[in-house]
């Protein structure tokens, strides 16, 4: 079963193993599955086989509907922004795994070491809380962000060895058994997070530091500068920083998620005793 991938690609290289018997293709998009038999038929020309069947509709709701039925179940989906952020959640992993057969495997798309790493982590902890075997692996893709890209490869087999290549397969121009094995050995500071939950990345600005702030600093106002300025203030991790506006509301819509800043309510150019008495107490 291929959830996604209506262009046909995946489709395209699942049959060039030999112990496929048949392929269901389901995308939610059945535009995506007629441009590309009009403009990619190199990608697409499978999709006409007589060993594939195409359904057009909800990938959850199929999956949901046929347990226990599918060996592989590939998807092919985008990032996890908008709809397709459902495809990355623990619900959508109970039901691919629901749908396999036992010993069935699933394959994901697992985003890109160098800019999702707290994100492959999490898809990690998930998939091992329902499955036996998990892993990452990745490959190389051009247009991809940073030229990699990355598969959650799970199974249901107990004790099977993902890294390790069950067949040779005929007739491609980038996999191989040692491209194959090659992908699941990662850069250590991808192995060092994903097997022993060391966090080798360097950081940067005000995350370069632990320590607490020793010095504070007061913003009163919301004009046009005073978000450029609070951004400015907090690049220093010495700095604490006090946003105060008329309204707490305002002073909450600049702090943001800006780190050690904090929102109150003060007026500054009232004329009121104790609204200036406020605004002293606060400044000292």
């Known amino acids: 079963l291929v959830i996604g991938g209506g262009d046909g690609g995946v489709v395209r290289e699942v049959l060039k193993h030999d112990t496929v018997e048949q392929v269901v293709l389901c995308d939610i998009d059945e535009a995506v599955i007629r ?4 403009f990619l038929p190199h990608m697409s020309s499978l999709l006409n086989d007589p060993r594939v069947t195409v359904f057009v509709g909800d990938g959850f709701k199929f999956l949901a509907d046929n347990t226990s039925t599918y060996d592989v179940i590939i998807t092919d989906s985008s990032d996890p922004v908008g709809p397709a952020a459902s495809l990355f959640q623990k619900p959508y992993f109970e039901l691919l795994r629901d749908a396999l057969t036992p010993g069935g495997h699933i394959s994901t798309q697992g985003e890109c070491l160098w800019i999702h790493l707290d994100l492959i982590q999490d898809l990690l902890k998930t998939t091992r809380t329902l499955f036996p075997v998990a892993e ?3 490959t190389t893709i051009p247009t991809y962000p940073s030229g990699q890209i990355g598969f959650m ?3 249901k087999e107990a ?3 993902l890294a390790k290549p069950l067949r040779p397969v005929p007739n491609t121009r980038y996999y191989n058994s040692e491209v194959h094995k090659a992908a699941f050995i990662l850069p ?3 192995r060092s997070l994903l097997k022993e939950g060391k966090d080798l990345r360097p950081r940067f600005g005000a995350n370069a530091t632990d320590k607490a702030p020793s010095k504070k600093v007061l913003l009163l106002g919301s004009g046009a500068v005073a978000r450029p300025c ?6 220093n991790p010495d700095n604490a920083l006090t946003i105060a506006c008329r309204t ?6 600049l702090a943001g998620d800006l780190r050690n800043t904090t929102a ?12 200036q008495a406020a605004l002293e107490k606060a400044i000292a």
Do not use: I, N
């Open 188 to 190: 250590e500071f991808g």
């Open 35 to 38: 441009v590309s038999k009009q």
């Open 248 to 253: 707490l509301k305002s002073a909450e819509a």
């Open 159 to 161: 004790g099977r060895d």
């Open 136 to 138: 990452y692996a990745f």
């Open 230 to 235: 609070a951004e400015y203030v907090v690049r």
């Open 264 to 275: 109150v309510s003060l007026d500054a150019g009232s004329e009121d005793p104790e609204k």
């Open 153 to 155: 490869v799970c199974s």
